[in-house]
């Protein structure tokens, strides 16, 4: 037998059915489907970035305002304050960082990914808490 006899023999021997694995659909999803289930996924995830930069935002007048406050505090109050609101511009730096990060990977960001974004904004969320409640 040839070579191109040997290579179509072997070729009928494998099935020509794309395989789950091959195609990334889940059972009984057609191709459609999981389109659909990747823009909405995309579409949430956008929703969640926006809402989290958003957020980064109103904690930068935030900490803007504790900034003031700090100037006008005593000073070891002052000194206080400053040192929270170091803590916590590094904290919002930082989720600043992975929400970048996140909107540069675009749909492909990983599920680690995202739950680093929401824990970075769920703790920092905690450290603007403790802050206002500690200089109101």
């Known amino acids: 037998m040839t070579r191109a006899g040997e290579r179509a023999g072997r070729e009928r021997d494998v099935p020509s059915m794309p395989s789950l694995l091959v195609t990334g659909l889940g059972p009984g999803q057609t191709c459609i489907e999981r389109s659909e289930a990747m823009d909405e996924e995309k ?4 929703v969640k970035a926006e809402r989290l930069e958003e957020q980064l935002k109103e904690w930068g007048v935030d900490l803007e305002k504790f900034k003031s406050r700090a100037n006008k505090a005593r000073a070891d109050v002052k000194t206080e304050i400053e040192r929270e609101v170091s803590t916590l511009r590094a904290k919002l730096n ?4 992975r929400l970048e990060e996140l909107k540069m990977s675009g749909g492909a960001a990983s599920t680690e990914m995202k739950k680093g974004v929401e824990n970075a904004g769920a703790e920092l969320k905690k ?4 802050a206002r409640a500690k200089f109101k």
């Open 127 to 130: 450290a603007f808490d403790v």
């Open 94 to 97: 930082e989720a600043q960082k």
């Open 43 to 46: 579409k949430e995830g956008e």
